[in-house]
């Protein structure tokens, strides 16, 4: 929308490497706002969303929980839209309003079925670049098994490795439990897991919504470890898991 004063970038289709989503043989720019992606920004309102559903179903909680709905249709993020479907699968099965539910989903359909299915045809470079990097993370980790090659040093080691695609893609692995591996070693894969599953362990329902959206989406991104706003996003979790606990 042009907001660059709050940090929005000018692009267009045209620019390198710009995220982009095929409509029927329809190009369209995949909405970033002030996120570096698009991915960014849906996780970012999944989070959202779920902690709105412990607050008081008022007019606005409900405005904001349905815009942030559209702007994670909008992103098109295959990953959050699957997290985004589990969650309100799991929270309005036992509500009136589950049937809703299914009629969006009905609506949409031909938006998410263009989505997912170009995974088996043009766009299965994704598929082969995240396996590849994946491979990539378990070589780097088996040079230093316990203490890694060290912090944001995947792409260097990497760097003389060509990837697939008419250029070298060279990006941190998107799993951040693969990511912690090869930069920390076992050491650092530990702490995390018990940075995570310590809360998991301790938690509420909520809490385990929250988490294991964390847990889905670090699967299959890297930001919640690479990117500031994605670390902050992290620890603001974190640090509400705690106050949500007290």
């Known amino acids: 929308m042009g907001f660059w004063l709050l940090g929005e970038r000018t692009f267009s289709l045209s620019t390198p490497g710009i995220a982009k989503f095929d409509f029927y043989g329809r190009e369209f720019l995949r909405p970033y706002a002030t996120f570096p992606h698009p991915n960014v920004l849906a996780g970012f309102m999944l989070m959202g969303i779920v902690i709105l559903t412990s607050m008081k179903k008022e007019i606005m ?58 995974l088996a045809n043009f766009d299965n470079l994704t598929f082969v670049r995240r396996g590849e990097l994946s491979l990539i993370a378990i070589k ?60 998991i362990y301790k938690s509420s329902k909520l809490n385990l919504f929250l988490w294991g959206v964390v847990f889905f989406l670090g699967m299959f991104d890297h930001y919640f470890l690479t990117l500031p706003q994605g670390y902050r996003l992290l620890f603001l979790i974190w640090g509400l898991t705690w106050r949500m606990l007290k």
């Open 61 to 118: 909680v409900f405005g904001a929980t349905m815009l942030a709905s559209l702007t994670i249709l909008l992103t098109v993020s295959r990953v959050a839209i699957l997290a985004g479907l589990v969650f309100a699968t799991a929270v309005l099965t036992q509500s009136k309003a589950r049937f809703l539910l299914l009629l969006a989903v009905i609506i949409l359909l031909p938006i998410l079925y263009t989505r997912f299915s170009s």
């Open 140 to 199: 780097i980790w088996a040079t230093s098994p316990i203490f890694g090659v060290g912090l944001n040093n995947f792409i260097p080691t990497a760097a003389d490795l060509l990837l697939s695609g008419p250029s070298r893609f060279l990006q941190p692995v998107h799993n951040i439990f693969l990511l912690a591996l090869a930069e920390t070693g076992i050491a650092g894969l530990a702490g995390l897991i018990i940075l995570i599953g310590y809360p």
